[in-house]
Every structure is written in structure tokens, then in C-alpha cells.
């Protein structure tokens, strides 16, 4: 028995419209699974690429260029920048820190004799974690570590930290200050030599007064530790959200 001829081209429609329609789904399925690669691909070139111009971790001063390429974290990178940044110039500098001991041996001109690069040394390797970037720059060159002042020099001059710090104007200004200090002439006299007992004691208590000036003076230069603690809770206080992300992700 023949079906009608409607009711044949209406069963060749259907069969037509569901083969073309399944053809139709799988074509984009795969585009848009070519699409997802595709995007996939250029987000890790891209964080390969920012990885490689702005570090793995993140080097901080931040360049403008790598804030560009952070897209919408760029500000908040600005910002931890700045107060790392910050850190460095209110702690690095502080009394009886070794960075204050090596520029204040600089300056007197004594940094690279065998006494000055011992007491360099002994201070930086009791400062692991210090708040100079330059310092942290002594320590990771071995050379440097081991008392080679030339090796230290080259290891201060290739890090962008510590170029960074060492240009920043604070810092320029706080160690023409060290510089003016210990040239100042209360600073370089020094007491007459006698041979009676009595102005020998005075000489020398003089001595020690001078001493103690020229420390204030010195001091005075140096950032407090006060100053020091609060960029320290600015920069803590930034960080803390970011810290408490990933557990309340996971809530």
C-alpha cells in the first residue's frame, strides 16, 4: 500500500530539517569549543608574558607598564606598590639597621676597609628578613655575603629595588643628612693630646660628648621606628582582605 504523496514529503521534510539540524549544532558546539581554547591560549601567553615583564612574584616599584597589563587589578598593584614602597623608605633607614650602618660608614669613607666591610657584613646577615631592599640585594649574591664589596656594589646596582629606594628623594635627601653629619666639624675634631692625667680625663670626656652630638646629629637623619611601624600596618592593612579570600571562597 502507498502513503499518500503529502504525507511522503511531509516524513522527507522532517528527516531533512533533523539531519540539518543536528549538523547545525555540532558545527557550533565546535566553534564555540574552539573559541573557549583559543581564549584559554591567549590568557596564559598573557600571564606568561606579565609574569616574565613584571615578575613571578610581582616586583615591586610596579612599572606603568605592568599595571596596564593587570587590567582591573592594576590599581590595587599600584597601590601595595606604593606602600611597599613606603616600608622601604620609612624602615630601611632607622637606627642601629644595618643599611644605616653601611651608608653611615660610607660617608665616612671607611665602608671598604677590612673593619668597615666586617661590621657591613656581621649587621646585614643578622637582618634575614630587613626592610632595605638593598640589603636583601647583598644577601641573595653569595659573593657578596662573603665580604667582596665589588660584588655587593653590582648586586645593589642590578636590582630595580634597591635602585628604586636608593633614588627615591627621601632617601636622597636622609643620606645628604648622614654625609653632612659626619663631616661636620664638631664631629671631626678631635681633643688636644696631653700627658697630665687630669686634662686627659677632661680630653677624654670630651670626647665622648662630641661622640654622643655627632650621633644625634646622625640620628636625626634617620627615620624613627614609629614612622617605621605605621607604613608597616598601612601595608598589612591592604593585604589582609586579600588574605582572607581564599577561606571565605571556600565558606
Known sequence: MRAPL???????????????????????????????????????????????RCGDPIRF????????????????L?????????????????????ESIRQELIAKGTAKTPIGQKMIGEM????????????????????????NAEACETARNND????????DQDTQERLHCIDRAVHDQACMAKPPASDDDSEAANAL????AEEEDCRRMETACLH????????KDALERTLKPQKSRPSQAKQ
Not at 599600584?78 to 644595618?98: K, N, Y
Not at 670626656?205 to 665622648?208: E, Y
Open 224 to 231: 624613627t621606628f614609629d614612622e617605621c611601624a605605621n607604613a
Open 124 to 147: 646585614e646577615r643578622t637582618e634575614q628578613h630587613s626592610d632595605s631592599p638593598c640589603v636583601m640585594a647583598d644577601l641573595r649574591d653569595l659573593d657578596c655575603v662573603a665580604g
Open 6 to 52: 503529502p504525507s511522503l514529503l511531509l516524513v522527507a521534510a522532517m528527516v531533512t530539517f533533523a539531519t540539518y539540524g543536528c549538523g547545525s549544532s555540532s558545527k557550533k558546539a565546535e566553534a564555540e569549543a574552539a573559541h573557549q581554547q583559543a581564549a584559554q591560549q591567549a590568557a596564559l601567553a598573557q600571564r606568561a608574558e606579565f609574569q616574565k
Open 61 to 76: 616599584p610596579i612599572s606603568d607598564e605592568c599595571v596596564r597589563m593587570a587590567g582591573d587589578a592594576g590599581p590595587e
Open 78 to 98: 599600584r597601590r601595595r606598590s606604593e606602600l611597599t614602597m613606603a616600608v622601604w623608605r620609612s624602615c630601611a633607614l632607622i637606627p642601629s639597621s644595618a
Open 205 to 208: 670626656s670630651d670626647a665622648h
Open 160 to 167: 630595580p629595588a634597591c635602585v628604586a629606594w636608593l633614588n
